[in-house]
């Protein structure tokens, strides 16, 4: 993970971008005074959006299960469609 300034990002900006996605680095943009901002390759990006989601997903099966083992489900006859 690099660290660099605004100036210097904007400065080195093709630099910066292969190192995060040829390097695989994640650089982290600080701002004086605003907020910093990471940039990071789409690839890395997608991973993190996969995981997330996949967490959230893993969630709600331990949400059922628990709702399942405290007795609050219902049994339902499968309706065939033709």
Do not use: P, W
């Not at 910093?36 to 993190?48: A, I, K, T, W």
Request: include cysteine.
């Amino acid at each position: 993970m690099l660290a660099v300034n605004y100036s210097t990002m904007r400065n080195n900006l093709k630099d910066y971008c292969d190192k995060a996605t040829d390097g695989h680095e994640t650089v982290i943009v600080t701002r004086k005074g605003e907020k910093n901002v990471v940039l990071m390759s789409l690839e890395q990006y997608n991973q993190l959006v996969k995981a997330a989601k996949n967490a959230e997903y893993l969630a709600m099966i331990d949400r059922s299960i628990a709702q399942f083992e405290a007795g609050k489900a219902q049994e339902h006859e499968l309706i065939e469609v033709e």
